[in-house]
C-alpha cells in the first residue's frame, strides 16, 4: 500500500500562487495514474488535475484549466500542483491520490490511495 503525504498548502491573497507537494512512500508510483482532488465545506469532492502512468500528458478540470499545473518527479516519487491566478473559489482541503492503472481518471471512486489533504485558502 502506498503512503500519500500532501504539503504546501496555506493562506493566500487572490492572485497569489502555492505549490502543494505529494510525497509517495511504500512503493513506486511512476507508473500510477496520480491526481489531485479538492472538497470544500459542503461540497462533495471533485477533481482538480490529473497525470497518467508514464506522464503521457496532463488534464484538469474546466475550472483550474490554465490556471493550474501538475508534474511529477519520479526520482523523488513526488507528485506536485502549481497553482497560480488564485481565487476565493479555490478554497478547500486539496488530497492527492493515487490509482494502480496508467490510464486517465477524473472520477473519485477509482483512486484507492489518499494522502490526509492540506488546506488551501485564498481572501479577497
Known amino acids: 500500500q502506498v503512503q500519500l503525504v500532501e504539503s504546501g498548502g496555506g493562506l493566500v491573497q487572490a492572485g497569489g500562487s502555492l505549490r502543494l507537494s505529494c510525497a509517495a512512500s511504500?512503493?513506486?508510483?511512476?507508473?500510477?495514474?496520480m491526481a489531485w482532488f479538492r472538497q470544500a465545506p459542503g461540497k462533495e469532492r471533485e477533481f482538480v488535475a490529473g497525470?497518467?502512468?508514464?506522464?503521457?500528458?496532463?488534464y484538469y478540470s474546466d475550472s483550474v484549466k490554465g490556471r493550474f499545473t501538475i508534474s511529477r518527479d519520479n526520482a523523488k516519487n513526488t507528485v506536485y500542483l502549481q497553482m497560480n491566478s488564485l481565487k476565493p473559489e479555490d478554497t478547500a482541503v486539496y488530497y492527492c491520490?493515487?490509482?494502480?492503472?496508467?490510464?486517465?481518471?477524473?472520477?473519485?471512486?477509482?483512486?484507492?490511495?489518499w494522502g490526509q489533504g492540506t488546506q488551501v485558502t485564498v481572501s479577497s
Open positions: 511504500g512503493r513506486t508510483v511512476s507508473r500510477d495514474n
Open positions: 497525470i497518467p502512468g508514464g506522464s503521457a500528458g496532463t
Open positions: 491520490a493515487a490509482r494502480r492503472s496508467p490510464f486517465a481518471s477524473h472520477e473519485v471512486t477509482d483512486f484507492g490511495s
